[in-house]
């Protein structure tokens, strides 16, 4: 509630930040399936599929490991973002597996990744974990995570921007 309140008061906003509820997946389900136009890996993910996964079965019996998030604007109650991702087990990092904003022409565009990576930080520090990746980042973006203080690791099969917080 403290980074919508803060996000709210500094883009003029009315911001909600929600976990990936039932209600969110119905808003995904009209607003964003039928029009997006983005395809796998560069966002277009089945978000109903994604929560199923993460809720059911990969943070089944450690919910707690779960990060889910939907950022709306309460105003027009218009689904601005989405992300999941988890803490590892030892609790080593936390990482963020998928972030998407809206298709759409939405309130929050442009704001939907700082957004995210607020919240995560602070549930970081929370936490006491001292690092955040973004897994398999999409290549076109990889400069701009490196702008934001990330850096790029490239092991095997497996691309990470990670970033070490204090």
Same mark, same amino acid.
């Given at each position: #509630?403290?980074?919508?309140?803060? /996000?709210?008061?500094?883009?003029?906003?009315? =911001?909600? $930040?929600?976990?990936? *509820? #039932?209600?969110?997946?119905?808003?995904?389900?009209?607003?964003?399936?039928?029009?997006?136009?983005?395809?796998?890996?560069?966002?277009?993910?089945?978000?109903?599929? &994604?929560?199923?996964?993460?809720? /059911?079965?990969?943070?089944?019996?450690?919910?707690?490991?779960?990060?889910? =998030?939907? $950022?709306?604007?309460? *105003?027009?109650?218009?689904?601005?973002?989405?992300?999941?991702?988890?803490? *590892?087990?030892?609790? #080593?990092?936390?990482?963020?597996?998928?972030?998407?904003?809206?298709?759409?022409?939405?309130?929050?565009?442009?704001?939907? +990744?700082?957004?995210? &990576?607020?919240?995560?930080?602070?549930?970081?520090?929370?936490?006491? =974990?001292?690092?955040?990746?973004?897994?398999?980042?999409?290549?076109?973006?990889?400069?701009?995570? *490196? #702008? +934001?203080? /990330?850096?790029?690791?490239?092991?095997?099969?497996?691309? /990470?921007?990670?970033?070490?917080?204090?």
């Amino acid at each position: #509630s403290e980074v919508a309140s803060n /996000f709210s008061k500094e883009l003029s906003k009315d =911001i909600k $930040i929600t976990r990936i *509820e #039932s209600e969110t997946i119905k808003q995904w389900n009209t607003g964003w399936k039928p029009i997006n136009p983005r395809k796998k890996p560069d966002g277009g993910w089945d978000w109903a599929l &994604l929560r199923e996964q993460y809720y /059911f079965k990969k943070c089944r019996y450690a919910p707690q490991r779960r990060i889910d =998030i939907a $950022i709306w604007e309460r *105003e027009t109650q218009q689904l601005c973002g989405l992300a999941l991702g988890e803490v *590892e087990k030892n609790r #080593s990092f936390l990482t963020i597996d998928y972030v998407e904003g809206a298709p759409t022409n939405h309130p929050l565009k442009g704001h939907v +990744l700082d957004l995210v &990576l607020t919240i995560v930080k602070r549930y970081a520090i929370v936490l006491n =974990i001292h690092e955040l990746r973004l897994n398999d980042p999409v290549d076109g973006l990889i400069r701009h995570y *490196e #702008s +934001l203080g /990330f850096q790029t690791k490239r092991d095997g099969k497996q691309t /990470f921007c990670f970033q070490r917080l204090t």
